[in-house]
């Protein structure tokens, strides 16, 4: 098998290493944190392409909030929130629901601060993530978005994974594949 991929996003290139997350399959790992060449460059071609009116953007934690806080400096929406892996101390009455994904070995939280609850009520967001797979952190974000009584108007990612691409209600740059082992 081979040992990286090398993704295209528009005029950029970067070579990922490729790792097993189970017996039977391997991504390409992506990691946003850190490459600000590529958040920037990947807010701006997003950005062009959402064409409903929002309020605020929504991302979850950790590798989504690059993306997220540019895509917010670029549409001029001056706060993002950040869904969280766990509940801390300052949080005002937290919303929490359960999640797992194709990168996590075990069931997890993503949490929404009650006052970031209170701010999202009736607001229309865009939901951002760097890349779709299997979709279960999306649906527990709107699940926890659809509780603090916020809207979903568009999911987004710079990367589809997987079947993700075949999916006609999420808006991506490129697709990442995933590798059987």
Do not use: W
């Given at each position: 098998?081979?040992k ?19 017996q ?15 958040a ?61 994904s ?38 527990a ?6 509780k ?20 006609n ?13």
């Amino acid at each position: 098998m081979q040992k990286t991929y090398e993704l295209t996003v528009g005029k950029l290139k970067r070579t990922l290493p490729i790792i097993p997350v189970n017996q039977t399959t391997a991504i390409a790992s992506f990691v946003l944190l850190g490459d600000s060449e590529l958040a920037h460059y990947a807010a701006g071609k997003l950005a062009a392409r959402i064409s409903k009116p929002f309020d605020c953007i929504v991302t979850l934690e950790s590798k989504g909030i690059p993306l997220a806080e540019e895509l917010s400096r670029i549409t001029r929406h001056p706060k993002f929130i950040v869904l969280r892996k766990s509940a801390k101390a300052y949080m005002k009455d937290p919303i929490k629901v359960s999640v797992k994904s194709i990168t996590t070995t075990t069931q997890q939280k993503l949490v929404l601060d009650g006052y970031d609850a209170d701010y999202l009520r009736g607001k229309r967001v865009i939901l951002v993530d760097d890349v779709i797979s299997t979709g279960g952190s999306l649906e527990a974000a709107e699940q926890l978005l659809k509780k603090a009584g916020a809207e979903v108007l568009v999911k987004c990612a710079i990367l589809a994974e997987g079947d993700a691409a075949k999916r006609n209600d999420i808006l991506f740059l490129e697709q990442l594949p995933l590798f059987k082992l």
